[in-house]
């Protein structure tokens, strides 16, 4: 059984946990209609990515 050889010192720990903490997600605000939209997704309101239609738009029914 694997044992470690010395103890993990609070900074090691620290460094190791430091990406656990929650981030709030990156919004960029969309060319075409100024609204705000997750970087790299489909516009779902439109269907556009990166200047192509790929979806249809949605209907506001």
């Known amino acids: 059984m694997a044992v470690p050889k010395r103890k993990t010192s609070r900074s090691k720990r620290g460094f190791r946990r430091s990406t656990d903490a929650l981030k709030q997600p990156t919004y960029v605000e969309d060319k075409d209609t ?9 516009d779902l ?11 249809s738009a949605k209907d506001d029914a």
């Open 45 to 55: 309101k439109t269907g556009m990515y990166r200047g192509r239609q790929i979806l």
């Open 34 to 42: 100024g609204e705000l939209r997750r970087p790299h997704h489909v």
